[in-house]
């Protein structure tokens, strides 16, 4: 397992800090959406440089077989995957190690915001290699 540079791990202790916020003010209950729109914005706040719905290619033996979309790409290689539900499930997990591979970027953040304490709703996934 290759392990994120200090620069990654400073850019996801950015994020989590704005997705806290964002979850300290919003509480858990909303759409994914707002909570889409509500980190983007604290993103903006905090100069945190990120794409939205950034697009991958998918490649099947080489050839492009369709696109993903990121729902962050933050300072070029850090992937955050927002959800708002009940549980985390492994196809959530899944979902984002494909991203990891499609993109060959060290480190993802699954966050979920409907959760009481959003600590319990982060999950740091590493690419193995």
Do not use: C
């Not at 858990?28 to 697009?55: D, N, Q, T």
């Not at 998918?58 to 990121?70: I, N, Q, S, W």
């Not at 790409?73 to 995957?81: A, P, Q």
């Not at 959760?115 to 999950?123: A, M, N, R, T, Y």
């Amino acid at each position: 397992m290759r392990q994120p540079s200090q620069q990654v791990e400073n850019l996801a202790y950015g994020v989590i800090g704005a997705a806290i916020e964002v979850h300290r003010v919003l509480g858990s209950g909303f759409l994914e959406e707002v909570y889409h729109r509500a980190l983007r914005e604290e993103f903006l706040i905090r100069e945190i440089p990120h794409k939205f719905e950034h697009p991958v290619k998918v490649h099947y033996k080489g050839r492009p077989v369709g696109e993903g979309k990121l729902d962050f790409l933050v300072g070029d290689f850090l992937i955050i995957e927002l959800k708002a539900v009940q549980n985390l499930t492994p196809i959530h997990e899944a979902q984002v190690l494909s991203y990891l591979k499609m993109t060959n970027y060290p480190l993802a953040l699954l966050i979920n915001f409907n959760v009481s304490l959003l600590k319990d709703g982060i999950k740091r996934i590493i690419l193995s290699s």
